[in-house]
């Protein structure tokens, strides 16, 4: 495949071009499993690792290759294998908080253009879900777009749209069903040569029988639903590029059982009613909560917003500021390590000369 039609543009020519790569050339993560992963160039697919080098200048998990990510890569023919030396800057990246009790970052995927942010109709509708996605999405450089699946199961999905709209406003909402074949044309704008488009939602909401629709060919596994609740089952375990017909590309996700927001950055945009109302409040630091003179709340007495939105708002904040805490604290603790290994290097090194 030619770069282009992998994604190749200017942005990444420049960064290239920046600096001397010797032999190396560019190539695009397709696929990670474990720290092995699948790259493809103008040379075709083929397995590839990361070099010790690169493992050892990476400050954390963050900096080494991510499903999207485009890498020098230096190719040993016989074998049909790769090296990964370095990692291009990124042009957008979507991170959550890694799952667990532990304050770092993890990175879904980078370098895409649109989010499909999927949930179905038939029992995986949660609007504050939505909100919670949102407030990354915003931050990440990528267009969020939702879709709402399994419309088949779903005889009136006209209340579902009005309710996600309102937790989602401005991000266009499509209705369709991929088993049916019905709506799935509407996605087709997002999907042009050289996009790409990454699934994103909880396990069981179709993705993977989209993607088997837009390829036009079974390449994922798919699994019925679940007897009595019409609920599906996980079926992806590892995130994937595949190229479409149509010439663009689609990056499929496991299913998230949850979603912890990294970034603040993105919050303000997921609520950006609440920002603008804020601007009306009586005093700048309003917390929205029992101030006199408070717009927010005024709106809501109003009726011009729903209290869930303030709360949902309130809590993500909360959220963030407990990570934005442990973050520090985990980042002394890494610099004081840095600093333990640096001195007994240097103690090593003092002992040789003598």
Known sequence: MYLDALGWNSFFQSHWDAEPRGGLVPARVTEEQRDAYRVVGDRGEMVAEITGHLRHIAQDRSALPA???????????????????????????????EAGRRAAEQILVTNVDTVFLMMSLNGDLNPRRIERYLGTLWESGALPVIVLSKADLCPDSSIAVSEIGVAAPGVEIHVLSATAGIGVEQLGPYLGPGSTVVLLGSSGVGKSTLINCLVNAKVQKTLEVRMGDDRGRHATTYRRLFPLPAGGLLIDTPGMREFQLWDAAGLEGAFDEIGLLAESCRFRDCTHQSEPGCAVKRAIADGVMEPERLSSFQKLKRELEYHDRRKDVAAQSELKKRWKRIHKAIRRDSREKL
């Open 67 to 97: 499903v999207g990510d485009w890498v020098a890569i230096d190719i040993i023919e016989s074998e049909r294998k790769a090296f990964i030396h370095s990692v291009l800057p990124r042009r957008t990246k979507l991170s959550r908080k």
